[in-house]
């Protein structure tokens, strides 16, 4: 009979995110609630380096899944990993986080597994059945499994991060042949950015159509370096072109979950807030009085952006020593 639960962690580029030591956090309360132990799998080219730091959060035991296959991400390779991962441990429940990547190999995973899935949990519950929502986080659901064998994914900056608690678990190496593949990594561009990552983001400083072109993120911009905030933004401004995809909170786009959300020239129209609606404290800028997110946020400021950003970036500027402008 399985018993126990996996968290699972894909190192991206060499290296573990945030996101991998919230998994600990949601495995322990699944944990919690079933009375079984945590265990965790590395999986990966280097797994064997990044090891030792899991095994100081709080699982049983840490599995390395590590092979030359595994040096760059292939879904079919790395679910084959995790296959072997969850078979040593002989796990009921094994959780990744809610990544590309992540989704990809729990929906190979749970295939191989002849187990069942749920994907972007956001709760979960006493007796193990988990949460998530639909349609923009209108409809909440309760997922029960049937199978003996479950894979779920978790939502990002929904529970919270496992820290170093000292004593080490033991950490045991799991023999894996990927043998034949169908899939073959080619390459890898990275983009340069200096941006601090959204989805991990304690911080948002995101701007809308109130910004009126790509220039009005440019004091936006300042206004998230002086804070150390990642930079977001509504579908209008992506889709108007003013800013990259990959910066879109909302339905759509990103789901974040900072302690503090800034938006900027925002609305707040319902898809917008079905990727911010549960961060910590919210700031709404705005004209318009009356919006959907003025009226929500924690503090509410009337008034034009092109004024009141800069006054507040050399405030908090001034505030930490550094030069404003003049």
């Known amino acids: 009979m399985a018993n126990g639960i996996l968290v699972v962690m894909l ?9 991998s030591y919230e998994l600990l956090g949601a495995g322990q309360a699944l944990a919690d609630a079933l009375k079984q132990p945590l265990l965790a799998a590395v999986i990966g080219g280097n797994a064997s380096a990044l090891a030792a730091d899991v095994a100081a959060r709080g699982a049983s035991k840490v599995l390395v899944v590590e092979h030359a296959a595994l040096a760059n991400f292939t879904e079919e390779a790395y679910a084959k990993a995790a296959a072997a991962a969850a078979e040593k441990a002989g796990a009921s429940r094994v959780i990744l986080a809610s990544t590309i990547a992540g989704r ?3 929906a190979r995973l749970a295939v ?8 972007d949990a956001t709760e979960i519950l006493p007796d193990g059945r988990i949460r998530r929502g639909y349609y923009g986080g209108n409809l909440i659901a309760e997922v029960e499994f049937k199978t003996p064998v479950a894979v ?6 929904t529970f919270p991060r496992a820290e170093p608690k000292g004593a080490a678990a033991p950490i045991e190496a799991v023999s894996f042949d990927p043998g034949a593949s169908k899939s073959e990594f080619v390459s ?24 009126g072109s790509a220039d009005g993120f440019k004091p936006l911009y300042d206004l998230a370096h002086a804070l150390g905030a990642a930079v977001g933004a509504s579908r209008r401004a992506v889709d108007s072109g003013w800013i990259p995809y990959r910066h879109q909170v909302g339905l759509t786009g ?3 979950r900072p302690k503090l959300y800034i938006a900027v020239g925002i609305s707040g129209q319902i898809q ?6 549960s961060s910590g404290t919210i700031v709404a800028i705005n004209t318009d009085k009356d919006c959907p997110l003025m ?12 004024e009141l950003l800069p006054l507040i970036t050399n405030e908090i500027k001034s505030r930490k020593g550094q030069a404003v402008a003049a």
């Open 11 to 19: 190192p991206s580029r060499g290296a573990l995110s945030q996101s």
């Open 104 to 106: 990809a190999v729990a």
């Open 112 to 119: 191989l597994l002849k187990a069942g899935l749920a994907t």
């Open 152 to 157: 779920l994914t978790v939502a990002p900056m």
């Open 188 to 211: 890898f561009k990275g983009e340069e950015s200096r941006e601090i990552d959204l989805g991990a983001a304690e911080k948002v400083v995101a701007g809308g159509a109130g910004l």
């Open 254 to 256: 990103r789901t974040v």
């Open 272 to 277: 917008h807030l079905a990727g911010m609606a």
């Open 295 to 306: 009226q929500m946020a924690s503090i509410a400021v009337q008034g034009e952006y092109a």
